[in-house]
């Protein structure tokens, strides 16, 4: 048995200002984490910003962990962090998705992910926005405990 693995979106960084000195963002807002039973957070309702970013991209964690799970599930036993660099456009679409530095070594897995995050919506923001979001790859099982790998591998 493999185990649970995850995908843990660490940050969301955000790579251009404000558009102008003169734009003001929008005042704060709650943002709303997505529930299991609610889906993801409707990104029309909320402000721009790295917070509702981290949100849409915490929302869509279980797509990004199926690319990872998927490989695990074929025997491979990989591990490591995958930054994702993209820009959302003014329509809040991710466009441009791409792999900007990976320490785990699994084209696969990198492709796939690059689909998920290509697939995104986020709130709109005033002008295209460059963002970077690195997801960290750990099995979560006995194998990650250290127990030894199946027969036949």
Same mark, same amino acid.
């Given at each position: 048995?493999? %185990? ?14 404000? /558009?102008?000195? =003169? =734009?003001?963002?929008?005042? /704060? =807002?709650?943002?709303? #984490?997505?529930?299991?039973? *609610?889906?993801?957070? &409707?990104? =029309?309702?909320?402000?721009?910003? *790295?917070?509702?970013?981290? *949100? ?13 799970? &998927?490989?695990?599930?074929? %025997?491979?036993?990989?591990?490591? &962090? ?14 441009? *998705? ?11 897995? &990198? ?7 290509? %697939?995104?919506?986020?709130?709109? /923001?005033?002008? /295209? ?14 194998? #990650? #405990?250290? #127990? ?6």
């Amino acid at each position: 048995m493999i %185990g649970r693995a995850r995908a843990i979106p660490l940050a969301v960084v955000l790579l251009a200002p404000w /558009p102008s000195a =003169a =734009a003001e963002p929008p005042p /704060p =807002a709650e943002v709303r #984490a997505a529930t299991p039973d *609610a889906g993801p957070p &409707e990104p =029309a309702g909320l402000p721009f910003g *790295a917070d509702s970013v981290q *949100a849409v991209a915490e929302s869509h964690q279980p797509e990004v962990t199926s690319c990872y799970e &998927e490989r695990l599930a074929q %025997g491979k036993d990989v591990r490591g &962090e995958v930054v994702v660099g993209f820009v959302i456009g003014k329509d809040g679409r991710a466009t441009q *998705a791409r792999v900007k530095k990976s320490t785990l070594g699994d084209r696969e897995v &990198e492709a796939c992910v690059v689909r998920a995050v290509g %697939g995104w919506t986020f709130p709109r /923001p005033a002008t /295209p926005q460059p963002v970077t979001i690195p997801f960290r790859f750990d099995e979560i099982g006995h194998r #990650a #405990a250290g #127990a030894p790998e199946p027969a036949g591998r």
